[in-house]
């Protein structure tokens, strides 16, 4: 076994705080990793503080992870010691699946199990990037190639595959009008990927100061959705839109701006219902609202290298590890642009 340091919870009203664990030792297929950053993602207070009713304690959280490899077993062949490394929201899934076949394997029949909180339906508790190191099957670390600003990179993880990945489902190109709703963690990877792709993006903000930082992003219109006359000059027009906000809140006035045949996809995971849909507003344009959840192995590779090639990285601000309550609470007030990254050299301090 390894002898690991992190911070973890161990109740949903404690803060996280240091926490000393053991690691396995790396196995014939497995990659120990050195994590120099993690990101903080809003799933990571949703689970330290069990609004989703599902948290295995005690609970490391942290599924952004970038670092160096240190150690690998016998039989990996996709990477060697120093090498950078990256790891996502899973750590495994049954690889037998049609999903698991089709490299899909977030929607794994049996249940992906996740970097932290286990098996999506139960087992053993697994702890993620709030951590000095982890190690992790050969077939679950993604390869980094991007030159620099690592810690940028490692909201990527989360947050660019989470919107890479319907983008890519639903054909998101050059001559397209796409919507992104929120300029949040999620929202902001949306705006630079779908502008990378070649689409002419459009924000929604309910926060009319949040205007110079998405054309600075990339949006090509930003719009105020409290306002109606903002909103109805958009009417029937989108080929896409993509919502990230992570708050119930009314789908209506957005999924009236799609064309007919066209998509609105949900990210965003909000502890309670979104108000339900009208229904005369799908059936009459034949328009879809799809949910979609982060992406496979592959994808998510494929995520970083286009990432890296049209140099992509997230907004990030740089936090120690004991910050990390102080930060949950202000990613509440949503006071950070746009994410939170632990520096992982700050654990050694702490």
Same mark, same amino acid.
């Given at each position: 076994?390894? +002898?690991? &340091?992190?911070?973890?919870?161990?109740?949903?009203?404690?803060?996280?705080?240091?926490?000393?664990?053991?690691?396995?030792?790396?196995?014939?297929?497995?990659?120990?990793? +050195?994590?120099?950053?993690?990101?903080?993602?809003?799933?990571?207070?949703?689970?330290?503080?069990?609004?989703?009713?599902?948290?295995?304690?005690?609970?490391?959280?942290?599924?952004?992870?970038?670092?160096?490899?240190?150690?690998?077993?016998?039989?990996?062949?996709?990477?060697?010691?120093?090498?950078?490394?990256?790891?996502?929201?899973?750590?495994?899934?049954?690889?037998?699946?049609?999903?698991?076949?089709?490299?899909?394997?977030?929607?794994?029949?049996?249940?992906?199990?996740?970097?932290?909180?286990?098996?999506?339906?139960?087992?053993?508790?697994?702890?993620?990037?709030?951590?000095?190191?982890?190690?992790?099957?050969?077939?679950?670390?993604?390869?980094?190639?991007?030159?620099?600003?690592?810690?940028?990179?490692?909201?990527?993880?989360?947050?660019?595959?989470?919107?890479?990945?319907?983008?890519?489902?639903?054909?998101?190109?050059?001559?397209?009008?796409?919507?992104?709703?929120?300029?949040?963690?999620?929202?902001?990877?949306?705006?630079?990927?779908?502008?990378?792709?070649?689409?002419?993006?459009?924000? *929604?903000?309910?926060?009319?100061?949040?205007?110079?930082?998405?054309?600075?992003?990339?949006?090509?219109?930003?719009?105020?959705?409290?306002?109606?006359?903002?909103?109805?000059?958009?009417?029937?027009?989108?080929? *896409?839109?993509?919502?990230?906000?992570?708050?119930?809140?009314?789908?209506?006035?957005?999924?009236?701006?799609? &064309?007919?045949?066209?998509?609105?996809?949900?990210?965003?995971?909000?502890?309670?219902?979104?108000?339900?849909?009208?229904?005369?507003?799908?059936? *009459? !344009?034949?328009?879809?609202?799809?949910?979609?959840?982060?992406?496979?192995? $592959?994808?998510?590779?494929?995520?970083?290298?286009?990432? $890296?090639?049209?140099?992509?990285?997230? +907004?990030? +601000?740089?936090?120690?590890? !004991?910050?990390?309550?102080?930060?949950?609470?202000?990613?509440?007030?949503?006071?950070?642009?746009?994410?939170?990254?632990?520096?992982? $050299?700050?654990?050694? $301090?702490?």
């Amino acid at each position: 076994m390894i +002898e690991a &340091k992190g911070y973890a919870t161990h109740s949903p009203d404690s803060p996280l705080q240091p926490y000393d664990f053991q690691r396995r030792s790396p196995g014939a297929s497995d990659v120990q990793i +050195e994590i120099l950053y993690c990101g903080v993602c809003h799933s990571d207070l949703h689970t330290a503080r069990n609004e989703w009713h599902n948290t295995l304690y005690p609970s490391v959280p942290g599924h952004e992870i970038v670092g160096r490899v240190v150690a690998v077993g016998t039989a990996v062949k996709g990477f060697k010691v120093g090498d950078l490394a990256g790891v996502g929201c899973m750590v495994d899934s049954c690889r037998s699946c049609p999903s698991c076949g089709e490299g899909l394997e977030q929607y794994c029949e049996n249940g992906f199990t996740g970097t932290y909180n286990g098996p999506v339906f139960g087992g053993e508790n697994t702890l993620g990037g709030y951590s000095d190191s982890i190690v992790v099957d050969e077939e679950f670390v993604l390869r980094i190639s991007h030159s620099g600003n690592l810690a940028a990179v490692a909201p990527l993880l989360c947050a660019g595959i989470t919107t890479y990945s319907p983008l890519r489902q639903w054909k998101v190109g050059p001559g397209q009008k796409v919507g992104v709703v929120g300029l949040g963690g999620l929202g902001h990877m949306a705006v630079k990927i779908a502008k990378a792709m070649g689409a002419h993006v459009v924000l *929604f903000t309910t926060s009319p100061g949040k205007r110079e930082d998405a054309l600075r992003l990339g949006a090509a219109e930003v719009v105020v959705s409290k306002d109606p006359q903002e909103m109805n000059t958009h009417l029937n027009s989108f080929d *896409f839109i993509l919502d990230t906000v992570a708050a119930p809140h009314d789908l209506n006035a957005f999924l009236a701006l799609l &064309k007919r045949d066209c998509t609105m996809t949900l990210v965003g995971a909000p502890d309670s219902p979104h108000p339900s849909p009208d229904v005369f507003g799908l059936i *009459f !344009k034949r328009r879809r609202l799809a949910g979609s959840l982060i992406g496979g192995i $592959a994808e998510t590779q494929e995520m970083l290298d286009f990432c $890296a090639e049209h140099g992509i990285v997230s +907004e990030i +601000e740089m936090i120690d590890i !004991k910050d990390i309550n102080e930060a949950y609470e202000r990613m509440l007030r949503s006071d950070v642009k746009y994410r939170f990254v632990i520096d992982m $050299a700050s654990l050694k $301090a702490a």
